[in-house]
């Protein structure tokens, strides 16, 4: 070998020393690094586990620190520091995200998201929809973004526009997507019902049957405008679907039954509707209505049955109380029987009640019919 190549050859040997002593070194340099940061991120997880926000954003705060290139724990940070209520802070970390280039898609869709719920908790709502539907153009297959952007829409009662985001939820979640665009439908069918609008409510809310055919809320918002339209017939039995679907709205279908024969001068459908209920076990309202129903026909002896039965299953109502009165006297001819003087006895030894049988909802008084008011007819609305 000559001269010429031994030189060569040392001073490539002394390069590819270096070079290996410099990558050891940062290796051993992240390393350390590692190490404190990944005990911090976990530190960040367990925080938010247990709810505690700020502390998590501490967390993140030192491990962003340590090493400023990941985005994903960069978007966790400006997440907590929302929950946590700083607001501005997290603010900056959107920005400085969606400032960085070559964004992956989804963490640019995640930063817009973070600048919308941000906008929409100080009620700026425009910049809001704008944030979440460039989100949703980001990353188009992001759910939360549609997600965000119904439920602003909802609130703002922009219902067509609610609506035509859950239609789009569809394509990505079909089951979640459809039963949001049927309730969202069925809102807006009872907003077109109390503007007197019922063939376009009829449209929404059958629109919405077609989607989800369970739906109870739909059932009754049907037979709402079908009983608007006059067809009372189809009205019921769309109520009494609902009803059904959901035994809890029970009541609301017997004072749509009522109303029902209001009209017609029948209320043989809304007693039956009522008994059925009441038989099978449903809600004590119903049991109370007919207890209150066999009264006011002058049936003494039914109102007793059912009000056995309501002190059966609501044993601390104030309403079995006070229909069980006005049943004994209703049987009474002259003196007080002793179930119903025991009874007064009992309430002449509680503190005077201001007016317990005024209505929460429209303020109507009336002393006989505590547990529903005579004028709405709000189930359970005194005070």
């Excluded at 970390?93 to 908790?121: C, F, M, N, S, Y």
């Excluded at 609008?197 to 369970?214: G, I, Q, W």
């Excluded at 004590?284 to 209150?292: D, G, H, K, Q, T």
């Amino acid at each position: 070998m000559t001269t010429f190549g031994m030189l060569v050859a040392f001073f490539a040997g002394l390069v590819i020393g270096g070079l290996a002593m410099s990558a050891t070194a940062l290796w051993r340099s992240r390393s350390e690094r590692r190490g404190p940061y990944d005990a911090l991120v976990r530190t960040a997880f367990a925080r938010i586990a247990a709810d505690d926000h700020a502390g998590a954003a501490e967390s993140l705060r030192q491990a962003c620190r340590i090493d400023s290139g990941d985005d994903a724990v960069y978007l966790l940070l400006g997440s907590q520091l929302r929950r946590s209520g700083d607001a501005s802070r997290a603010a900056q970390v959107a920005d400085l995200l969606l400032a960085r280039r070559d964004q992956r898609p989804e963490i640019a869709a995640a930063a817009w998201l973070l600048k919308g719920r941000l906008a929409e908790a100080v009620e700026r709502y425009d910049d809001a929809l704008a944030a979440y539907a460039i989100a949703a153009e980001r990353d188009p297959g992001s759910v939360q973004a549609l997600v965000a952007r119904g439920r602003l829409l909802s609130r703002m009662r922009r219902w067509p526009d609610a609506i035509e985001v859950g239609d789009r939820l569809t394509k990505l979640n079909p089951q979640r997507g459809k039963l949001i665009a049927a309730r969202r439908r069925v809102l807006l069918a009872t907003e077109l019902l109390a503007e007197g609008r019922a063939k376009e409510a009829l449209s929404e809310a059958e629109t919405a049957l077609s989607d989800v055919d369970d739906l109870a809320a739909a059932h009754l918002s049907t037979g709402d405008a079908k009983f608007q339209l006059g067809r009372v017939g189809e009205a019921a039995r769309s109520w009494q679907t609902s009803a059904r679907l959901a035994p809890a709205i029970s009541p609301l279908v017997v004072d749509r039954l009522e109303q029902l024969g209001a009209v017609s001068g029948d209320r043989d459908r809304a007693r039956q509707f009522a008994t059925e209920v009441a038989e099978g076990g449903g809600s004590w309202r119903v049991v109370a209505w007919l207890a209150a129903d066999a009264l006011a026909r002058g049936a003494p002896l039914e109102a007793q049955r059912w009000c056995e039965e309501l002190e059966r299953v609501a044993p601390r109502s104030a309403s079995a109380a006070r229909l069980r009165a006005r049943c004994d006297a209703s049987m009474s001819e002259s003196s007080p029987p002793p179930r119903l003087a025991a009874t007064l006895a009992h309430w002449s030894d509680e503190p005077p009640w201001t007016d317990p049988w005024s209505c929460r909802r429209c303020g109507h008084r009336d002393e006989e019919f505590e547990w529903r008011c005579s004028s709405c007819h709000a189930w359970g609305s005194s005070h």
